[in-house]
């Protein structure tokens, strides 16, 4: 699902942007604190930017099981230099421990930063990123699985996602472009998911203080069309509210396998005013969207609960999770951590556990997907992939891993 900019509305598009060279395996990098790092095979390659498997320097070369990846771009293209941002500000190491050891989580799905820097290359300075390695995204997995998440699978994701977004929230930032193609499974812990691509983040609340509620028709509809709030629809800078509301309607296309204004997406302004009249009757949308089974009612109440959110006001977030953990015990579960992407047939889950045996050699959880995107994150998290959009890269031992372990499940569910 690419994103829909202004350029819709009316608005120029991006200057053409120089496309980084490729580097050969081995090359060696100096991020700013003088660290070392060497360069790998390159997995994937955007419109500006090229992925690679990164390591700290050694004598030995990057194997494919490279815990690390580097994004590389010329120095002078702006999306990477924009992420960068985020992850200097919020995303170091140390920071995402204390708040983990602070409020008690088991993990925080926001990616680590690991360092940064510049360099010089036939006479050409590029700008890198050293980030956590990450394995599929859900847009893939979604996909393979008809469109559709289980109901339990859908709360558990966003009972993690609002766990990122009062991380981001109260470091200043907004994300802006939450989606399936921007959740990735940790390279290791197929039940661990974590947010990337900041590259639309904003920060919202610069030294404490809030932006101011202003409506710029040059910045109509920026974001993802299908997913975006109607504060970005009305060119309004993004805030807290609109991050919750964009997760809403992510779990309703996960749980019903679309939204309703999907079927006009060449229209921006048929997309805002479909969300502008749900929004004042979630009753209609959940009628829309769930006609014959039964109505996830904590969705519903979410979306009540976040409608009423100010511009400005800090939500509640403690709250929200509890309106979903309520579904969670209506469906007779519980947070329990595990993510389940089992096949999904007329809105149930199949409930027979799926056989967790892999044969040797083959590629662990759903390994290495890449999509680079306008301004994309690598990711690593005890080892990791990248997501960047207009670019896709997979390497095929990991796509056979996902559609392996998807056939072991319908297996063992027949």
């Keep these: 699902m690419p994103r829909v900019k202004a350029a819709q509305a009316g608005r120029q598009g991006p200057a053409k942007r120089r496309l980084a060279e490729q580097f ?37 070369p990057v194997g494919s099981d490279a815990p690390c990846v580097v994004k590389v771009e010329p120095s002078d293209n702006g999306p990477l230099f924009t992420e960068l941002k985020f992850y200097q500000r919020a995303a170091k190491p140390e920071q995402i421990q204390k708040w983990i050891h602070t409020h008690k989580l088991k993990y925080l799905g926001v990616p680590k930063y690991w360092g940064s820097g510049l360099h010089d290359k036939n006479g050409k300075s590029y700008r890198f990123m050293i980030m956590d390695r ?8 979604y996909e393979a699985n008809a469109k ?60 404490g203080v809030h932006k101011e509620y202003k409506e710029d028709p040059k910045r109509c509809h920026d974001g993802t069309l299908e997913f975006t709030s109607i504060d970005a629809h009305n060119g309004v800078a993004p805030s807290r509210r609109g991050d919750l509301e964009i997760l809403g309607y992510c779990m309703i296309q996960w749980l019903s396998g679309c939204l309703p204004w999907e079927d006009n997406l060449k229209d921006p302004n048929y997309v805002r005013q479909s969300k502008i009249r749900y929004r004042d009757n979630v009753a209609a949308l959940m009628e829309k969207c769930f006609p014959e089974r039964n109505k996830p009612g904590e969705i519903a109440k979410y979306m009540e609960t976040v409608k009423l959110l100010d511009y400005t006001e800090k939500p509640l977030y403690q709250n929200l999770r509890d309106i979903l953990l309520q579904g969670l015990k209506a469906i007779g579960s519980k947070d329990d951590g595990k993510l389940d ?71 063992a569910q027949q």
């Design 134 to 141: 990450f394995g599929s995204d859900l847009q893939k997995i």
């Design 148 to 207: 559709r998440f289980s109901r339990k699978t859908v709360l558990q994701l966003s009972l993690r996602i609002l766990d990122i977004l009062e991380y981001i929230h109260e470091h200043e930032y907004v994300h802006g472009d939450i989606k399936a193609s921007n959740l990735l499974l940790s390279y290791k812990n197929p039940d661990q998911v974590y947010l990337v691509d900041y590259g639309l983040a904003y920060r919202y609340c610069p030294d």
């Design 341 to 411: 992407f089992s096949a999904v047939e007329n809105g149930s889950v199949n409930t027979k556990p799926a056989s967790k045996k892999r044969k040797k050699g083959a590629v662990e959880e759903e390994s290495s997907v890449c999509a680079v995107e306008e301004s994309p994150v690598c990711a690593v998290e005890e080892s990791p992939v990248c997501a960047v959009e207009d670019m896709e890269c997979a390497d095929t031992q990991a796509q056979e891993a996902i559609q392996t372990r998807s056939r072991t499940r319908k297996k």
């Design 24 to 60: 050969a395996a081995g090359e060696i990098i100096t991020d700013m604190s003088k660290k070392e790092w060497k360069l790998g095979l390159p997995i994937g390659q955007g419109g500006f930017g090229c992925i690679y498997l990164a390591d700290t320097n050694s004598s030995k």
